[in-house]
């Protein structure tokens, strides 16, 4: 390979949920100096497009470059297509191929750290470490090749997994916050020990404290508006800030390490907000309303232990219980029973299915669903428009105002065929509050909810954060939001790699310049 057509290495180091508002704000403060280095020297800007409707899969969707629209994921907890049963989906499980996996056969090396929702490509040369140090691991560590798993355990120690803990207290928020500090600082020496073994074309790194130090801290920090909030000064109140300082010191050291030619890219996800669930309101909106119909009583009534339970046990004491004693497979395949069977799916035209933020809306229509009434064409139409007509007239009695920021279609957003996607047809976008709504008003019903097991003051917002510098970065200053598909051509574009046919975006001008494409 000649002078002439070498590329410059390209270095891609994450936040894990980032906000953009903090960590712009916090870069031009002086707290993050090794993000702000990059701003300065590039361009910086904000993440988005319509993948950006709900936080489940965004890294799998940056990394590959394929939309929902050929996927398919949405939730965590999807309808299985063909029935009417929930089953439990991961990113990870959709066969998506990171944009890395071009690599294959090529004269690259590669040093892949906790890219979430990755598993390690075979085929590469270079090194893969997955599922380490990442926010709410589904799968145990692997890495390729293989050996490097053993290595960094004799190293580093085992494996750190730090869950988030909803009804955590002052203590335990404490503890939490210095086990995060911990391992930010502990991720980065590993880094710096795996990048020093070679010279490497493509470095993907990602800090994961972000993202739980974000939901964990969130009621704690200065401009906290939440129900939950709680009174500062304390060691918490600048928590979530802390945890950026840490990650961008260990950013700055890594750049020290690295190439001075390198293209490097800092970006995180998502962004974060002010939101509690609205799983029980959607789920009454669909009951009052008379889209989704209740089974008939029959004759007979067997209650089971767990309806026992419902019934005389207080709300507090069961999510307790359940959280303590049940497991997470348990508690999906309870909720999938009861979702499958309260109700009649021969007189139901809608349903939600359950999800905590983002609500997810599907018709139920002929020769898609096993009991579908809904006539595709003209009738279908009706229906999606007396869905949304419905949900633009529903107000939050403590304001007055609209409860819903906006409804989607997914024929619309991604332009998907209803009739084979396994998208919901309407994603629904709640006005992000500080407190749990507990009553919505409508002019039809009042719509009720009660506290669910799953109970978070905050979710994730719709923009994730992008800066780059380099020899190959032409932009300079703000740049206008860049869609999450055209990440992934953007950096193979970078790399001198040819963009595959099944990414359906393209380089981002504002970034790349066009002659490295």
């Given at each position: 390979?000649?002078?002439?057509?070498?590329?410059?290495?390209?270095?891609?180091?994450s936040?894990?949920?980032?906000d953009?508002?903090?960590?712009?704000?916090w870069?031009?403060?002086?707290?993050?100096?090794?993000?702000?280095?990059?701003m300065?020297?590039?361009?910086?800007?904000?993440?988005?497009g319509?993948?950006?409707?709900?936080?489940?899969?965004?890294w799998?969707?940056?990394?590959?470059?394929?939309?929902?629209?050929?996927?398919?994921?949405?939730?965590?907890?999807?309808?299985?297509?063909?029935?009417?049963?929930?089953?439990?989906?991961?990113?990870?499980?959709?066969?998506?191929?990171?944009?890395?996996?071009h690599?294959?056969?090529?004269?690259?090396?590669?040093?892949?750290?906790?890219?979430?929702?990755?598993?390690?490509?075979?085929?590469?040369?270079?090194?893969?470490?997955?599922?380490?140090?990442?926010?709410?691991?589904?799968?145990?560590?692997?890495?390729?090749p293989?050996?490097?798993?053993?290595?960094?355990?004799?190293?580093?120690?085992?494996?750190?997994n730090?869950?988030?803990?909803l009804?955590?207290?002052?203590?335990?928020?404490?503890?939490?916050?210095?086990?995060?500090?911990?391992?930010?600082?502990?991720?980065?020496n590993?880094?710096r020990?795996?990048?020093?073994?070679?010279s490497?074309?493509?470095?993907?790194?990602?800090?994961?404290?972000?993202?739980?130090?974000?939901?964990?801290f969130?009621?704690?920090?200065?401009?906290?508006?939440?129900?939950?909030?709680?009174?500062?000064?304390n060691?918490l109140?600048n928590?979530?800030?802390?945890?950026?300082?840490?990650?961008?010191?260990?950013?700055?050291?890594?750049l020290?390490?690295?190439?001075?030619?390198?293209?490097?890219?800092?970006?995180?996800?998502?962004?974060?907000?002010?939101q509690?669930?609205?799983?029980?309101?959607i789920?009454?909106?669909?009951?009052?309303?008379?889209?989704?119909?209740?089974?008939?009583?029959?004759?007979?009534?067997?209650?089971s232990?767990?309806?026992?339970?419902?019934?005389?046990?207080?709300?507090?004491?069961?999510?307790?219980?359940?959280?303590?004693?049940?497991?997470?497979?348990?508690?999906e395949?309870?909720?999938a029973?009861?979702?499958?069977?309260?109700?009649?799916?021969?007189?139901?035209?809608?349903?939600?299915?359950?999800?905590?933020?983002?609500?997810?809306l599907?018709?139920?229509?002929?020769?898609?669903?096993?009991?579908?009434?809904?006539?595709?064409?003209a009738?279908?139409?009706?229906?999606?428009?007396?869905?949304?007509?419905?949900?633009?007239?529903?107000?939050?009695?403590?304001t007055?105002?609209p409860?819903?920021?906006?409804?989607?279609?997914?024929?619309?957003?991604f332009?998907?065929?209803?009739?084979?996607?396994?998208?919901?047809?309407?994603?629904?976008?709640?006005?992000?509050?500080?407190?749990?709504?507990e009553?919505?008003?409508?002019?039809?019903?009042?719509?009720v909810?009660?506290?669910?097991?799953f109970?978070?003051g905050?979710?994730?917002?719709?923009?994730?954060?992008i800066a780059?510098?380099?020899?190959?970065?032409?932009?300079?200053?703000?740049?206008?939001?860049?869609s999450?598909?055209?990440?992934?051509?953007?950096f193979l574009?970078?790399?001198g790699?040819?963009?595959?046919?099944?990414?359906?975006?393209?380089?981002?001008e504002?970034?790349?310049?066009?002659?490295?494409?």
């Amino acid at each position: 390979m000649t002078l002439e057509t070498k590329k410059s290495p390209l270095v891609i180091l994450s936040l894990d949920a980032g906000d953009p508002d903090f960590i712009e704000r916090w870069a031009k403060e002086g707290y993050l100096p090794a993000i702000a280095s990059i701003m300065e020297r590039g361009c910086w800007g904000k993440t988005g497009g319509a993948e950006a409707i709900c936080e489940h899969g965004v890294w799998a969707i940056l990394f590959s470059g394929n939309s929902r629209r050929q996927h398919g994921y949405h939730y965590f907890r999807q309808l299985k297509p063909g029935t009417y049963d929930l089953e439990t989906v991961t990113a990870a499980d959709l066969g998506v191929r990171p944009f890395w996996s071009h690599l294959q056969g090529k004269e690259k090396k590669v040093a892949i750290l906790d890219a979430p929702d990755i598993h390690p490509v075979p085929g590469l040369t270079g090194i893969q470490l997955c599922d380490w140090a990442v926010h709410n691991p589904l799968f145990p560590p692997s890495a390729e090749p293989s050996e490097l798993l053993q290595e960094v355990r004799q190293v580093f120690g085992p494996q750190v997994n730090i869950d988030e803990k909803l009804e955590s207290g002052w203590a335990e928020d404490r503890q939490l916050y210095r086990q995060l500090l911990e391992r930010v600082e502990k991720k980065g020496n590993l880094c710096r020990h795996l990048l020093a073994k070679d010279s490497f074309d493509l470095t993907v790194a990602v800090f994961a404290e972000s993202h739980t130090g974000g939901h964990q801290f969130w009621k704690y920090r200065p401009d906290a508006r939440g129900s939950e909030k709680v009174a500062g000064p304390n060691e918490l109140t600048n928590g979530i800030r802390d945890i950026y300082q840490a990650i961008d010191r260990e950013i700055g050291l890594l750049l020290l390490q690295l190439p001075e030619d390198a293209n490097v890219f800092i970006i995180s996800s998502v962004g974060l907000h002010d939101q509690y669930p609205y799983r029980g309101l959607i789920e009454d909106f669909c009951r009052k309303l008379g889209y989704q119909v209740s089974p008939e009583p029959s004759g007979k009534q067997s209650f089971s232990l767990m309806d026992l339970a419902r019934k005389v046990l207080p709300e507090p004491v069961r999510v307790a219980l359940s959280q303590r004693l049940l497991s997470r497979e348990k508690r999906e395949g309870l909720l999938a029973e009861q979702f499958r069977n309260s109700t009649n799916w021969k007189k139901t035209t809608a349903f939600a299915t359950p999800s905590a933020y983002t609500s997810f809306l599907r018709v139920n229509l002929r020769s898609r669903e096993p009991e579908g009434i809904v006539e595709p064409g003209a009738e279908f139409e009706t229906i999606l428009q007396r869905l949304e007509a419905d949900l633009m007239q529903l107000t939050d009695p403590k304001t007055g105002k609209p409860a819903v920021k906006q409804v989607v279609r997914s024929r619309e957003l991604f332009g998907c065929d209803p009739m084979r996607s396994p998208l919901p047809d309407l994603f629904v976008e709640w006005q992000p509050v500080p407190y749990f709504v507990e009553r919505l008003a409508h002019p039809k019903a009042e719509l009720v909810q009660k506290k669910p097991d799953f109970f978070r003051g905050s979710d994730h917002r719709q923009n994730g954060f992008i800066a780059a510098a380099g020899p190959s970065i032409q932009g300079r200053g703000a740049i206008a939001d860049v869609s999450l598909l055209d990440l992934a051509p953007t950096f193979l574009s970078l790399m001198g790699e040819p963009i595959p046919e099944g990414m359906t975006g393209k380089p981002v001008e504002d970034i790349a310049q066009k002659s490295a494409s």
